[in-house]
C-alpha cells in the first residue's frame, strides 16, 4: 500500500513538473514576439549618415559667425562637428541662433561623391570648395 501511495506521489510530482515547464515555453514564445522595428530619423545610425552641412539663416539678423560657417560640410565622425553644433553660445544675432545642421544620407542622389570629396579634404570643407571641385 505504501508503494502505491509513493507511485502516486510521484507521478503526481512528474505530472506538475511537466505542466509547469510547458507552461514556462508557452509564456516565453509570446514574450519573444519580434519588436515592430520604427523608421526614425533621429535614431538613424551614423554609418547610414553621408555627409553633414552646416546652414545659417542667411538674413539680416545672421550674424558674422554663422554666416562664416554657413555652407561647412562635414564628415559625421568629424570632431569639429561637437564644436560649431548650432546653437552656437557666440551668435550676436538679436534672434539667436537660427542655424541648422543638415544630416545627409547615403541614399541622398550625389552625397557619396561629397563624402568621398570630404574624405580627400581632411573631413571638412566650405561650399565653395564643394562646388569647385564638382565643377571639374
Ligand atoms: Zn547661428
Known amino acids: 500500500m505504501t508503494r502505491f501511495l509513493v507511485f502516486i506521489i510521484f507521478v503526481f510530482v512528474v505530472y506538475y ?3 509547469n515547464s510547458l507552461k514556462g515555453r508557452t509564456t516565453k514564445k509570446i514574450s519573444q514576439q519580434p519588436k515592430q522595428k520604427k523608421e526614425d530619423v ?15 539663416a542667411k538674413d539680416g539678423d545672421t550674424c558674422d559667425i554663422c554666416m562664416a560657417l554657413d555652407g561647412k560640410h562635414l564628415l559625421p565622425d ?8 548650432p546653437p552656437h553660445a557666440g551668435c550676436k544675432s538679436s534672434k539667436g541662433c537660427r542655424c541648422r545642421l543638415v544630416y545627409v544620407t547615403q541614399d ?11 574624405k580627400r579634404f581632411g573631413g ?13
Do not use: W
Open 17 to 19: 513538473l511537466i505542466r
Open 42 to 56: 533621429v535614431n538613424t545610425p551614423l554609418k547610414e549618415i553621408s555627409y553633414v552641412f552646416y546652414t545659417a
Open 78 to 85: 568629424h570632431k569639429m562637428l561637437l564644436d560649431i553644433k
Open 108 to 118: 541622398e542622389e550625389g552625397s557619396r561623391e561629397i563624402e568621398s570629396l570630404l
Open 124 to 136: 571638412m570643407c566650405d561650399r565653395q570648395t564643394i562646388e569647385r571641385a564638382r565643377a571639374i
